[in-house]
């Protein structure tokens, strides 16, 4: 009777290499992508629209950490002027944060990983 079970030709899809490396290999990327995601969630990122009149930063995190306005800025009889730079502003803030993350962990490369 044939052999029934296991792999066949030895190790299967991992190449030769054995189960052991592989777990080493897989907690040291993980340990990795966990210290690129702290690093990323201690930066900030900063966006300003209107000229400079408005800024915003963020956290990697994606938490709006502050919005400046310049007085000037602020016209009580055009506060949808004002809203629409706040929105541009904060959302460029924002994909500069998804860019600086997709640059950062997606050298990892995992099918799967939506970043």
Known sequence: MGKRGGFPGGM??????NIS?????????????EK???????QEFESTAGGGAIKAVVTGDKILKSITLDKDIVDPDDVEMLQDLILTCVNEALRKADSAQATSLGKYNIPGLNI
């Open 12 to 17: 299967g899809g991992f190449g030769g290499m």
């Open 21 to 33: 490396q592989l777990m080493k290999e897989a907690k040291k990327m993980q340990a990795d992508m």
């Open 36 to 42: 690129s995601q702290e690093e990323l969630s201690n």
